[in-house]
């Protein structure tokens, strides 16, 4: 495998949405969409480079099972995928959060934009941290050049606590202990 450094941060936002928040995060990607969906989709990508992959594509609404890997141990979580728009619109539960991707042709490649609703404002300096990880392995992996899956104590390893205290920073968050 590769060797991996985190990339600067990117622009990324918390907004209340209704009861909850929404941390909000957008990506470039030079690839089309077509490519980017596969790496969201797809149980085999998934394994590349995300915290979890599932027991089906996730390309029709409808229950799934995600597979959360952190470290060598792997937990199943029953999920819905609550909207399936090949190539451009993805939304499922994880857990009590929901992930909403949202892909968008742009000039010269695919802009990504993320929205993870979550319970706590407080932890969205840590999940931001934990999606830029994921979305640089992404980017590398749809380069050509995969490191595989930072997640748990590894992730630790790789600039996660330096990101973390950056986002929080950027989204006006107490500083981490």
Not at 31 to 56: C, I, K
Not at 165 to 176: D, H, K, N, S, T
Request: glycine residues 8%; aromatic residues 8%; contains cysteine.
């Amino acid at each position: 495998m590769n060797a991996y450094e985190p990339g600067p941060i990117r622009p990324a936002e918390v907004t209340r949405s209704g009861d909850r928040w929404a941390l909000i995060f957008t990506r470039d990607f030079p690839q089309p969409p077509a490519a980017v969906w596969a790496a969201l989709t797809e149980p085999d990508e998934l394994r590349q480079w995300a915290p979890y992959t599932a027991d089906r594509p996730l390309t029709a609404t409808g229950p799934v099972t995600l597979i959360a890997i952190d470290d060598a141990e792997e937990r199943e979580l029953p999920g819905e995928i609550t909207a399936a728009e090949p190539p451009v619109l993805l939304e499922f539960t994880w857990e009590t959060d929901v992930l909403r991707w949202e892909l968008s042709a742009e000039a010269g490649g695919t802009r990504l934009r993320l929205t993870h609703r979550m319970d706590d404002r407080a932890s969205s300096g840590m999940v931001a941290a934990g999606w830029h990880v994921c979305l640089d392995v992404v980017e590398l992996l749809l380069s050509g050049t995969p490191v595989g899956p930072i997640t748990g104590q590894q992730a630790l390893d790789h600039g996660w606590t330096e990101l973390q205290a950056r986002y929080a920073e950027q989204l006006g968050l107490e500083p981490p202990q």
